[in-house]
């Protein structure tokens, strides 16, 4: 059996619309009430004491000092925001930010730089800023984690319901073509940000967090990309920067994959947790291994009205790490 200080666990959390009253996330009439507001916070309570994680990213962070605030009176004294959302018209919120909390010391926390990636399009900005957060992980070391929430598969054009219907269904298919483009060019910068980190430090690296489509998606494929076009050899000389998603490398997994988002009865797996070849049990730089992938998606496939009513409509994925 593994001593204790060799295992870690990892996990994310789309919060969703994790916003304190008296504000409104999105539009005006879109305020939880203090009651509402305390049963969301003892859901997520409850559902971070279930998890016992050591490590845990969130997306949907409307209120990043109450949500400090909350995981600091459960052991995790060690946070991570650097972007707040936008506000207008001075409490109607959007545009939230993601975090991180800790048990493990924070040695550095800084937003992805695109300053200095190639290919960088004119004009462009993440729809919200990754967070890059080194974490000294005891036996582990020092380990790059980036909490990401890309972005969404809404359409990026605002409907008009004065115009023809045919209209509105021209304007809603663009904008849902704009939104892959968007989340596509995200997910390729935030590849070649981490490849140049990697480079440069060496450090093992996670990435967490919604990615608000299935990474074997054409718009997502530069995250698991493993060597360059009719170039097989090149696949072996980039070993070190391949990433895996943690589900598929993982020693303990559940079957069939369970789903981490539903709209109505359609459900997807949006929320992953990828990872360098360090965690890797076949790479031959590998420094730990994952023993057990996690999904918990009770709250969305058999929810208690009374505990889930203002929970998440994303399910928390975990892994449990072992160091070598």
Not at 245 to 274: C, K
């Amino acid at each position: 059996m593994p001593t204790p200080n060799t295992e870690f666990v990892v996990s994310t959390l789309n919060l969703f619309n994790y916003l304190a009253p008296p504000n409104a996330y999105y539009q005006l009439d879109n305020i939880y009430s203090q009651h509402e507001w305390d049963k969301k916070q003892r859901w997520l309570k409850q559902h971070i004491a279930e998890l016992n994680c050591d490590i845990i990213g969130f997306q949907e962070v409307f209120s990043p000092e109450e949500l400090k605030v909350q995981v600091s009176q459960i052991d995790y004294r060690h946070f991570a925001c650097i972007e707040r959302p936008k506000v207008e018209s001075d409490y109607i919120y959007s545009s939230p930010p993601v975090a991180l909390a800790s048990r493990f010391p924070i040695t550095q926390i800084k937003l992805v730089n695109t300053d200095k990636l190639d290919h960088f399009p004119a004009g462009f900005a993440f729809s919200r800023a990754p967070l890059h957060v080194t974490v000294d992980i005891p036996t582990l070391g020092l380990c790059d984690i980036y909490v990401v929430h890309l972005k969404s598969q809404r359409s990026s054009i605002e409907r008009q319901d004065k115009q023809p219907i045919e209209r509105q269904w021209q304007d809603e298919i663009f904008g849902q073509w704009q939104s892959s483009i968007q989340r596509g060019t995200e997910a390729r910068l935030l590849h070649q940000y981490v490849a140049q980190t990697k480079a440069e430090t060496g450090r093992p690296f996670l990435i967490m967090g919604d990615f608000n489509q299935d990474i074997r998606q054409p718009e997502l494929s530069s995250l698991l990309s493993r060597g360059m076009y009719r170039q097989p050899n090149s696949a072996e000389q980039l070993t070190l920067y391949h990433l895996y998603d943690s589900y598929e490398i993982a020693l303990s997994v559940l079957t069939p994959r369970p789903l981490t988002h539903y709209v109505a009865d359609r459900g997807s797996i949006l929320d992953y947790i990828l990872t360098s070849s360090d965690f890797n049990a076949q790479s031959a730089t590998r420094r730990a291994t994952i023993v057990r992938h996690h999904v918990n998606n009770r709250h969305l496939i058999s929810p208690t009205f009374e505990q889930d009513q203002f929970s998440s409509d994303h399910a928390s994925v975990s892994i449990t790490i072992q160091c070598d």
